[in-house]
């Protein structure tokens, strides 16, 4: 019975066929193919012509695998295997018929080659974007960057112009100046910022602060630009607010003050509520609850979820002058702290717009002496000697004119590595601090800053610097600290974050 069914099922898949030296079929079982016996084997098919130079009289296993065979008109997939022999025996050739098997592989090979393919897709798409993303941030930065020499120029002597003799129509003009660069100024933090949250750039530095004096801060300023429109300005601070708590007091403020100049931008009548409770103190956490509340021109419902994005101003938004991104930047930063913000309002009647927050709270949380207080007292009866290395002509100036309105300070230019290494190892006046543009137009400023950390004479090598930037990214900060750059001044600048650094940083 076994015996029946093998021969029934018993699918054959091997051929052999004894050769002679000439490569012509001396014997074959025809197994898989018939009339092979008496011919020449690269007449039976072109593949086995590569088989003759093979045939010699030696051992040896040859085995060539996945040979695709037609012959008359069976087509097979097989491997090929031909046996030569040393004692004078002719050799064998067996065709090994693997169809079934190579089809299999040949479907699992090509879904895997498929999945890979796609995958390779994937990564370069995701690389491509990935560039797009970061020369779109990069173009930001760089184009921002360029952007703050001349606003340093108009925001300096527009301070400078402000303390002139001037008549009140000119105060005027001087005033108007003052608000379109300031508001320029914002534009371009907040462009920065949303580059900087969309490269994943932008990080919480949580620190303790004087919560309260943040709050109070904010009351005084709110009250008196809300008044100047005609509003009413009221505040309601929990008293069990507590006075230090961790987290990122600048942030904070920037969430707070996107969240109510909006509020006194959009309301006309009426007034403004800003409300700061304690939610919840807890395990060393603070949950402190903010509203800030309009009676302003409100917000379509079917517009709520758009405020958030990017770019959108919806509505009779276009009434008023705004960028679009504050929201945007607000959201991101209170979801940075797992929170979220809510908002709800009534067209025509005014918005709320509500968050909570986590701060840290403990007993042990001390205030670190601000940098900023640590002023170092000027040798009034001495001039020190400031090296500027810049070559914009505009904040060449500004530095200048500031500089010069002290009494105490020599200024020199310098735009290039060789001059800045002269005037520092110069013996006719000693450098006190290196004023430096970190992007120069040829150079970068912390490849000359390694220079001068790496000149042999001690004071000379030790001299102050302060790299001026608008790119401070964490590794941008990184780089200038191992340049040796000893502080960074943010462009733009006014006159006295200017002073104060060079005071706190001059030796
Ligand atoms: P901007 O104020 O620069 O236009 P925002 O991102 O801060 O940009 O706000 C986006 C849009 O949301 C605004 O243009 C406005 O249409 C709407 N919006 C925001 N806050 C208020 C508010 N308090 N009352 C009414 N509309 C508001």
Same mark, same amino acid.
């Given at each position: ?14 051929q052999?066929s ?6 012509n ?8 193919f018939?009339? @092979?016996?008496? %011919?020449? !084997?690269? &007449? *039976? ?9 093979? +045939?010699?009289?030696?051992e040896?296993e ?9 012959i ?54 995701n690389t ?7 020369f ?13 020499d ?24 001087v005033q108007?100046?003052?608000s379109?660069?300031? @508001?320029?100024? %914002?534009? !371009?933090? &907040? *462009?920065?910022d ?7 750039? +932008?990080e919480?530095?949580i620190?303790p602060?004087?919560?309260?004096a ?13 008044e ?30 996107n ?19 304690l ?9 402190i ?9 409100g917000?379509e ?22 960028t679009?991104l504050?929201?945007a ?5 209170v979801?940075l ?24 709270s ?10 900023n207080?640590?002023k170092?007292i ?7 000697n ?17 500089l ?5 300070f ?20 000693e450098?006190d ?22 000149l ?8 102050p ?6 790119k401070?990214?964490k590794?941008?900060l990184?780089?200038?600290k191992?340049a ?6 943010k ?11 060079i ?5």
């Open positions: 019975m076994l015996e029946e069914y093998k021969k029934k099922y018993t699918k054959v898949v091997l052999y004894i050769l002679n030296f000439n490569g079929v001396l014997e074959s079982d025809d197994a898989l018939l009339g @092979f016996s008496n %011919k020449y !084997i690269g &007449d *039976i098919h072109p593949f086995f012509e590569t088989l003759t130079s093979l +045939l010699i009289a030696e040896n040859t085995i060539f695998s996945c040979i695709h065979l037609n008359v008109d069976k087509t097979i997939t097989a491997d090929i295997i031909l046996q030569t022999f040393n004692d004078g025996k002719n050799p064998l050739l067996i065709i090994h018929d693997l169809t079934s098997h190579y089809k299999n592989y040949q479907t699992t090979a090509q879904v895997r080659n498929e999945s890979v393919i796609n995958s390779q897709i994937l990564e370069l798409k491509y974007l990935k560039e797009k993303e970061s779109k941030n990069t173009f930001i930065a760089n184009f921002s960057h360029e952007l703050r001349p606003l340093t120029g108009i925001l300096t002597f527009t301070d400078i112009l402000s303390k002139t003799n001037l008549d009140l129509q000119q105060k005027d003009y108007i100046l003052n379109s660069s300031s @508001f320029l100024k %914002k534009m !371009i933090d &907040d *462009i920065l949303i580059s900087k949250i969309e490269s994943g750039n +932008l919480l530095a620190e602060f004087n919560f309260h943040l709050l109070e801060e904010i009351k005084f300023t709110y009250k008196i630009i809300a100047q429109k005609g509003l009413t300005f009221r505040f309601n601070f929990d008293e069990k607010l507590p006075k230090i708590i961790g987290g990122d007091a600048k942030r904070l403020q920037q969430v707070l003050t969240l109510l100049d909006n509020a006194v931008k959009f309301t006309n009548h009426g007034g403004i509520t800003f409300n700061v409770s939610n919840q103190l807890r395990a060393q956490k603070a949950s609850h903010f509203e800030i509340i309009d009676t302003g021109i917000i419902k079917e517009n709520l979820n758009k405020i958030f994005t990017s770019f959108t101003q919806v509505s009779r938004a276009n009434e008023f002058k705004g679009g504050g929201l930047i607000v959201k991101y930063l979801e702290t797992k929170s979220k913000i809510s908002v709800s309002s009534e067209y025509g009647k005014g918005s709320k717009f509500s968050t909570n927050i986590n701060f840290i403990s007993s042990s949380l001390t205030l670190k002496e601000s940098k207080k640590k170092s000027l040798d009034t009866s001495k001039k020190y400031i090296l500027l290395v810049e070559d914009s002509e505009i904040t060449q100036l500004s530095v200048l004119k500031i010069a309105s002290q009494g105490h020599f200024l020199d230019i310098a735009t290039k590595p060789d001059e800045v290494i002269t005037r520092i190892t110069s013996l006719d006046h450098v601090l290196v004023l430096m543009d970190i992007k120069l137009k040829e150079f970068q400023g912390d490849a000359i800053a390694k220079q001068i950390r790496k042999p004479e001690r004071h000379q090598k030790k001299v610097i302060v790299a001026m930037t608008a401070l990214y590794e941008d990184k780089r200038y191992k040796g750059i000893d502080d960074v001044l462009k733009p600048f006014n006159e006295s974050q200017l002073l104060e650094i005071t706190k940083n001059l030796k």
